[in-house]
T-cell receptor
């Protein structure tokens, strides 16, 4: 089954404790992206990757890091989480090196930073 | 500064009637637009898209209209069904970034 998986689905952590949210897709997609969803703000793009070893900032990259060492995986790293990073996070992927196709989204990761 | 705006947080429609969801954008460089639907506890799923070279795209009960001069697009759902109750996001692309609106929650009453 074609899918995007994220782990963990739920995470409660404390300020300053480094964490990684994993994202994996099995569709051989080149383009992958991370979003955060906040009430009244919709989805905002954090980082995107056009292909392996090629990443760039979205609209809200501060406090986040990403890496794309393999085509299928695109982890989101929070080196020192803060309460304002409490949010619902979605990973997405699409074929091609841009987003000019439908994006397939993972089920989301709800992160709470205390 | 929101480049993509969905000014109606919610919309309620009777089953069988038309649902019209609106989206406005400010950046004339956007050249591709998509609509996504989101149910609770799930990721968004793609619904329909339109390129800026077109003014209409239709897929079954869903039609998207684009008015470039007004920088406005709308999603029409006809007829609306209770299963259409969800949050709808419009998204705009210009280059590699994707900009989403805040979403409109649609309630379809049986």
């Amino acid at each position: 089954e074609a899918q995007v998986t994220q782990n963990p689905r739920y995470l409660i952590t404390v300020t300053g404790k480094k964490l990684t949210v994993t994202c994996s897709q099995n569709m051989n997609h080149e383009y992958m992206s991370w979003y955060r969803q906040d009430p009244g703000l919709g989805l905002r793009q954090i980082y995107y990757s056009m292909n392996v070893e090629v990443t760039d900032k979205g609209d809200v990259p501060e406090g986040y890091k990403v890496s794309r060492k393999e085509k299928r995986n695109f982890p989101l790293i929070l080196e020192s989480p803060s309460p304002n990073q409490t949010s619902l996070y979605f990973c997405a992927s699409t074929s091609g090196t841009s987003a000019y196709n439908e994006q397939f989204f993972g089920p989301g990761t709800r992160l709470t930073v205390l | 500064d929101q480049q993509v705006k969905q000014n109606s947080p919610s919309l309620s429609v009777q089953e069988g009637r038309i649902s019209i969801l609106n989206c406005d954008y400010t950046n004339s460089m956007f050249d591709y637009f998509l609509w996504y639907k989101k149910y609770p506890a799930e990721g968004p799923t793609f619904l329909i898209s339109i390129s800026s070279i077109k003014d209409k795209n239709e897929d079954g009960r869903f039609t998207v209209f684009l008015n470039k001069s007004a920088k406005h697009l709308s999603l029409h759902i006809v007829p609306s069904q209770p299963g259409d109750s969800a949050v709808y996001f419009c998204a705009a692309l210009g280059g590699f970034k994707t900009i989403f609106g805040a979403g409109t929650r649609l309630f379809v009453k049986a």
